[in-house]
């Protein structure tokens, strides 16, 4: 395994990114950076040299950089963000960022939210963040939660989770909240912070800023 001296990893996906700010104020020096598939061209475009550069390039065109590029088979079992979240656990980074991840195609979108979850079984913390949105995965830990103008949306993957939502205008006690619920969607915080502990299961947690709509 080839380990990295990077503090995190940034993974920018294919999906659009409408706000060029949002890969200037989220990807640092020391960032170990990958561009998957399609979304190397983001990076470049803003003149930011990826570390790695993987995907099956069925989109758009296999980059030449003076940089490592994977070329993957497009018949394969994974998406190219699996692979590049493989790859980056790989090389010993276990703090994952990923841009350019939501929107669009939301099969793509979904497969996403997927992957949260099945890494953070591993010890894997993956946040993925959009011009609107903060996702991201908690499993038996307590977090708090700015207000910060937003909603609080909350969802069992994979299974029942039981939660407690504190600091917000609908608390919850030690529920068992089912994949299959949609109450989670949109609480509002009313403190300072909010609480979020789970106790069983793993949680889908939203940060949704109200200029989503």
Same mark, same amino acid.
Do not use: W
């Given at each position: ?75 394969? #079992?994974? =998406?190219?963000?699996? +692979? *590049? ?10 703090? &994952?960022? /990923? !841009? ?6 939301? #099969?793509? =979108?979904?497969?996403? +939210? *997927? ?10 913390? &993956?946040? /993925? !963040? ?84």
């Amino acid at each position: 395994m080839e380990l990295v001296n990077k503090r995190r990893c940034v993974i920018v996906g294919a999906a659009k990114i409408e706000n060029s700010e949002l890969l200037k104020k989220n990807i640092f020096y020391d960032d170990f950076v990958i561009g998957a598939d399609a979304g190397y061209k983001a990076l470049t475009n803003l003149g930011i040299t990826p570390d790695l550069i993987v995907g099956d390039f069925d989109s758009c065109d296999t980059p030449e950089f003076d940089v490592e590029v994977i070329a993957l088979n497009p018949i394969k #079992d994974c =998406t190219d963000m699996e +692979f *590049a979240v493989e790859r980056a656990v790989e090389k010993g980074l276990s703090d &994952i960022l /990923i !841009l350019g991840a939501t929107g669009g195609r939301l #099969d793509h =979108t979904f497969a996403n +939210f *997927a992957l949260l979850g099945d890494f953070k079984q591993k010890g894997i913390n &993956i946040t /993925i !963040l959009d011009d609107y949105h903060k996702i991201y995965t908690l499993k038996d830990e307590a977090h708090n939660v700015q207000k910060n103008n937003r909603f609080l949306s909350v969802f069992a993957l994979g299974g029942f989770a039981e939660v407690t939502l504190e600091g917000v205008f609908y608390p919850l006690n030690k529920y068992k909240l089912s994949p299959f619920q949609s109450m989670g969607v949109s609480n509002e915080i009313t403190d300072t912070n909010a609480k979020i502990t789970v106790t069983d299961g793993t949680l889908l947690v939203m940060e949704v800023s109200k200029e989503a709509f």
